[in-house]
């Protein structure tokens, strides 16, 4: 158990298991403990199950039939499968077009990519985080193996089109890739309706534990394995499957599916309420991201002229979680790469906290930082070297 009370508002990074999620992952760590590849009727049982948690799993992204999923171990797996598979399938195609705004699942691979011979292009985005379509239709050509663009933005919440995405790559003969780690059982979506060859997901996003995710590879599309081994899943990622995480993720997208729109209001509800409250109650705060195209559980506001680091650290002291977008983690102070890309001055885009919310918060827990989030804030601009009136002083 956490050591005191936690208002974890930080559910783009992970999310708490569901109880019914672990109910139904428990018997297959203790008695259903055979192997689904073996004949006898032992492992059978365990096949099974695997069996319905690829339904629930095609069900959520609405794939029409279960064996378009295969299930791997991270978002970051799903990401890496689809987009090698999609070059090794279009050896003649050269091209990679994804955005500066990813996650480093799909840009440091992309990096890599690049200094084997690839050219990729990264499309930017304007000050909402928004794309440019039609920036994006003139670098999509015919040279174009794959356009890798993400469904929602971890930091930001922010939405794109992606439909309109997946049919300017199918009109250049290029596979369409999706990152929709943040927005599967957050929003809806649908694979056929969007032009989606490959769909990432991952579930510990969404009430599962970590170590399992799921690549969508639609029927027809040619799939080159990543990890190479055994027959498991027809022959397209080797390996004994994770199959208590692969029935969690099962459990927590037919618990998604079916709470995804009475949930998503009052998710919405709390994150509107949480954000107007800051707007309201602090001064020199920006809201980051488009007010609507935007995830309803993701809040990104920048504070000017104090660091996200310390807003973090003293939320940290009262049990608040939440994350900043600076990249302090990797070593570097340097504001984080989507806002970056979006242009947010430089005074806020280090004062910067994510705000992830989902179903196990409360109108309480929203009363809470609303209760201790403008002290902290007025705190911390007193012992700014780079205060307002500092600033206008120089
Ligand atoms: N893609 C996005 C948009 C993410 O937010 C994340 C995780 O934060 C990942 C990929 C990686 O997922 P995983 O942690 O399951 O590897």
């Not at 993400?150 to 790559?169: C, D, K, Q, W």
């Not at 991952?202 to 799939?223: D, E, M, N, W």
């Not at 022959?235 to 998604?256: D, S």
């Amino acid at each position: 158990m956490p050591d005191k009370k936690v208002i974890y508002m930080d559910n783009n990074a992970t999310t708490q298991v569901s109880d019914e999620v672990i109910e139904a992952m428990i018997p297959y760590l203790k008695d259903l403990y055979g192997n689904p590849s073996s004949i006898h009727t032992f492992g059978g049982q365990v096949a099974v199950a695997l069996k319905e948690a690829r339904q629930s799993v095609a069900g959520i992204i609405g794939a029409s039939d279960p064996s378009e999923i295969i299930f791997t171990s991270c978002g970051t797996e799903s990401d890496n499968a689809a987009i090698l598979s999609a070059l090794r399938s279009k050896p003649d195609r050269k091209r990679i077009v994804t955005t500066r705004v990813e996650h480093p699942a799909v840009l440091s691979l992309c990096q890599r990519l690049e200094r084997d011979g690839y050219t990729v292009i990264r499309v930017g985005v304007n000050s909402e985080g928004l794309l440019d379509l039609r920036e994006l239709a003139e670098v999509i050509n015919h040279d174009t193996a794959v356009v890798s663009i993400m469904h929602a933005n971890n930091e930001t919440g922010v939405i794109f089109p992606i439909r309109e995405i997946g049919r300017l790559a199918h009109e250049k003969g290029a596979l369409f890739h999706t990152d929709a780690v943040q927005s599967v059982g957050k929003i809806p979506i649908n694979v056929d309706e969007n032009f989606i060859d490959f769909l990432s997901m991952s579930g510990h996003k969404l009430h599962a534990p970590k170590g399992v995710g799921a690549l969508y590879i639609r029927r027809g599309t040619r799939f080159r394995p990543f990890v190479i081994g055994g027959h498991q899943e027809r022959g397209r990622r080797g390996g004994t499957e994770n199959v208590a995480g692969i029935v969690a993720m099962g459990a927590a997208a037919r618990l998604a599916e079916e709470n995804l729109d009475t949930e998503q209001i009052r998710v919405r509800a709390m994150r509107d309420r949480l954000e107007k409250g800051i707007i309201d109650s602090i001064p020199d705060v920006k809201l980051n991201g488009h007010p609507v195209s935007r995830l309803p559980n993701t809040c990104n506001v920048s504070f000017e002229f104090v660091e996200g680091e310390a807003i973090l650290l003293l939320m940290d002291q009262l049990g608040i979680c939440a994350s900043s977008g600076s990249a302090c983690t990797s070593g570097s102070l340097d504001p984080s790469h989507v806002l970056r890309a979006m242009g947010v001055p430089f005074t806020f885009a280090h004062g910067s906290i994510r705000f992830s919310l989902s179903i196990y918060n409360t109108d309480g827990d929203v009363d809470f930082v609303l209760e201790h989030l403008p002290g902290i804030i007025s705190r911390l601009r007193e012992i700014s070297p780079f205060s307002a009136e500092k600033a206008a002083s120089l």
